[in-house]
């Protein structure tokens, strides 16, 4: 197997412990890895240390010596969210991807703003995001319902696809080439299953139908890497009820350029866009020139990424509770308080 074709360059060589060899990982279950390397396909064994937050994730490239993984190469990007459930651990979806392929359906509940909090943790990862829209052949008017998500998707191609048809498929396949890697994210439901079947050309993933509530079924149960006819390289991921941010200001202000833009004209550095003079967000507003639904969500992501990274951060800590004993320090000290 030639490793360049998995993505594999010539500069990861010296990041390579003295004899090991590469092997970029294809699946991670019960506790064990299945790689591809130069001689093929194995299944391979976690080292002592490569377990929990420092276990290898789907898309990373490991050092192996025989059957024994006994590290990870460093990240050239990662999809990372906050693990589910009540915890605020990072959890790495997919690592060194060139593309992250937001999927949502073009039929069903309006999908604007979930796709826009996709955006947000897709432009965190450090590769480049896309907004790809299933089930075309389903919808009575493609191009509106292309154009309500572009109009959102900042600076992002948004590519509406049918896998019955194979409508679009040609321009997805077009944004990740020989050696390159993206990783498909999105709910369960939207067609990522049948997408990742029409791009390799095979079943690579299994297909079931909505649920009677409307819900989408997991059919995906694993991530997993697929090496696509032409060269490309495509990680299928299972649907995500929850998609936690985890530190993910950056993201945020990218998949909100527009927003952050006028904010940055406001007449007052702190100024929270409500009803502060010279707001320059809420003079788009007036004007049409910005959506006030839009600005909510702006601003719900905006305090999750703060909340996370008050929870994972100590030093963040430190500087908000220095924040808030100013805060109440002033307030004690103006001579108009009430007594």
């Known amino acids: ?21 590469p092997g970029r990982v294809l699946r991670v279950d019960r506790g064990r890895l299945t790689v591809r390397a130069a001689d093929g396909e194995r299944r391979v064994h976690p080292a002592a240390g490569l377990h929990g937050a420092a276990a290898p994730a789907v898309g990373d490239w490991v050092a192996l010596r025989g059957e024994l993984a006994v590290g990870f190469l460093p990240r050239r990007s990662a999809f990372t969210r906050t693990a ?5 651990a990072a959890q790495v979806v997919a690592a060194n991807v060139d593309v992250v392929l937001v999927v949502d359906a073009l039929i069903g509940e309006a999908r604007v703003r979930r796709i826009e909090r996709y955006l947000a943790v897709a432009w965190s990862s450090g590769a480049a995001p896309a907004v790809v829209l299933t ?73 079931r139908g909505i649920r009677e509530d409307g819900r989408g079924r997991h059919t995906t149960t694993a991530r997993e890497l697929h090496l696509l006819p032409g060269g490309g390289l495509l990680v299928d ?26 904010a940055a004209e406001c007449r007052y550095r702190d100024c929270e866009h409500r009803t502060e003079p010279g707001c320059a967000v809420a003079a788009a507003i007036d ?29 963040a800590r430190a500087e908000e509770r220095k924040r808030l004993r100013a805060l109440h320090r002033t307030m004690r000290e103006r001579p108009y308080r009430t007594r």
Not at 12 to 19: C, H, K, S, T
Not at 84 to 88: E, L, Y
Not at 239 to 244: H, K, N, V, W
Request: charged share 25%; net charge negative.
């Open 237 to 262: 991921t299972p649907g995500m009820r929850e998609l936690g941010l985890h530190d993910d200001a950056d993201g945020v202000a990218q998949a909100y350029a527009d927003v952050e833009g006028f």
């Open 135 to 207: 089930k075309a052949d389903l919808c009575d008017d493609v191009t509106a319902a292309v154009e309500q998500v572009t109009e959102d998707a900042i600076g992002v191609p948004v590519l509406p696809v049918s896998s019955v048809t194979a409508e679009g498929l040609d321009a997805v396949r077009e944004l990740f080439g020989p050696g390159r890697t993206a990783a498909m994210v999105g709910p369960s439901g939207v067609g990522k299953s049948s997408l990742a079947n029409a791009l390799a050309g095979r079943p690579v993933a299994g297909t």
């Open 287 to 315: 004007d049409g020139l910005l959506d006030p639904a839009r600005i909510t969500a702006w601003r719900k992501l905006q305090g999750e990424a703060r909340h996370q990274l008050l929870r994972v951060d100590a030093r």
């Open 84 to 88: 589910a459930g009540r915890t605020s």
């Open 1 to 21: 197997m030639d490793l360049l074709a998995l993505g594999w360059t010539a500069d990861r060589v010296a990041q390579l412990p003295p004899g090991c060899e």
